[in-house]
Nanobody
Framework: QAQPVESGGGLVQPGGSLTLSCTISENIFRFYATTWDREAPGKQRESVGFITPRGRANYADSVKDRFILSRDNAKNTVYLQMNNLRPEDTGMYYC???????WGQGTQVTVSQ
């Protein structure tokens, strides 16, 4: 299976917003939930959330009410809208078809003044 492709990361001030994209192969997009993880230096990799093929989303407590997952079925793409960003949201963000263990290269998010 082709590797997912993440994009949209960057540098943002605390309180700002970013939207990440994950484009994934059609088969995985149609039949698997798409999951996002993040990893910061010196910290354990953690799950951010996932969205099912039917569009039901689940979030980690640390991002609930700030992050929103959505799907564009025409583009095989999942979006992670991140609002009210905090310095502790800094890290590399990766996406995958849940359970496939095929991850993209990641996109860097840095939240800093």
């Amino acid at each position: 299976q082709a590797q997912p492709v993440e994009s949209g990361g960057g540098l943002v001030q605390p309180g700002g917003s970013l939207t990440l994209s994950c484009t994934i192969s059609e088969n995985i997009f149609r039949f698997y939930a798409t999951t996002w993880d993040r990893e910061a230096p010196g910290k354990q990799r953690e799950s951010v959330g996932f969205i099912t093929p039917r569009g039901r989303a689940n979030y980690a407590d640390s991002v609930k009410d700030r992050f929103i997952l959505s799907r564009d079925n025409a583009k095989n793409t999942v979006y992670l809208q991140m609002n009210n960003l905090r310095p502790e949201d800094t890290g590399m963000y990766y996406c995958s078809g849940k359970g496939t263990n095929i991850w993209g290269q990641g996109t860097q998010v840095t939240v800093s003044q």
